[in-house]
């Protein structure tokens, strides 16, 4: 296990890099098939002690606020990590592990590389505006830095609220810390 700090090269204002990817819900999701005000995307797997820290949170997120749609995109190497295969996505996904509003898989890893995701989770907040999604914060979702540490303030419920009240995000972007991607090929 590397523990990594996130790095993108995505500033706030920018666009979200389109994508279309299966889900565990047997769709093909993109930046369109999401209605919210508020799109949060966190690159994650299943394997990573960091991301699975994080399940619970991303889940409440999920639940509470209706105009935030919650996507987990992994894109780990499923042959050298059987634990992020998509059959495992969607036996977390089915056991409700992973309650996000969708699960997709970033077989590849085109996906991860154009939003500059290093590690899992690597969380990038975006507003609509119009037809497009454009990055208000990238960083941590709390202040739990290590898997069993337990968080005091949760800055993605802050940039969330701030988002969806049209206000800009007041939280600073500080790095995620988690596992390094497992890009495919190696």
Do not use: Q
């Amino acid at each position: 296990m590397v523990a990594m700090e996130s790095d993108s090269e995505l500033d706030r204002g920018d666009a979200a890099p389109a994508f279309d990817l299966p889900g565990t819900d047997g769709e093909t999701h993109s930046l369109a098939s999401f209605e919210a005000d508020a799109l949060l995307v966190v690159f994650t797997c299943n394997h990573c002690p960091y991301a699975k820290a994080k399940f619970d949170l991303l889940n409440d997120l999920a639940a509470e606020y209706d105009d935030l749609a919650v996507v987990g995109i992994n894109p780990n190497d499923a042959d050298e990590y059987p634990d992020d295969s998509f059959e495992t996505m969607r036996e977390r996904v089915d056991d409700g592990t992973i309650a996000y509003d969708a699960y997709l898989r970033d077989e590849t890893g085109a996906v991860a590389d154009a939003y500059g995701a290093v590690c899992t989770p690597d969380p990038f907040l975006f507003g609509r505006e119009g037809d497009e999604f454009l990055l208000r914060y990238h960083g941590r979702l709390d202040d739990a830095l290590n898997p069993d540490d337990e968080p005091t303030e949760f800055y993605v419920r802050d940039a969330v609220d701030a988002v969806l009240a049209g206000e800009s995000v007041a939280v600073p972007d500080r790095p995620s810390r988690g596992c390094s991607i497992k890009w495919p090929g190696e």
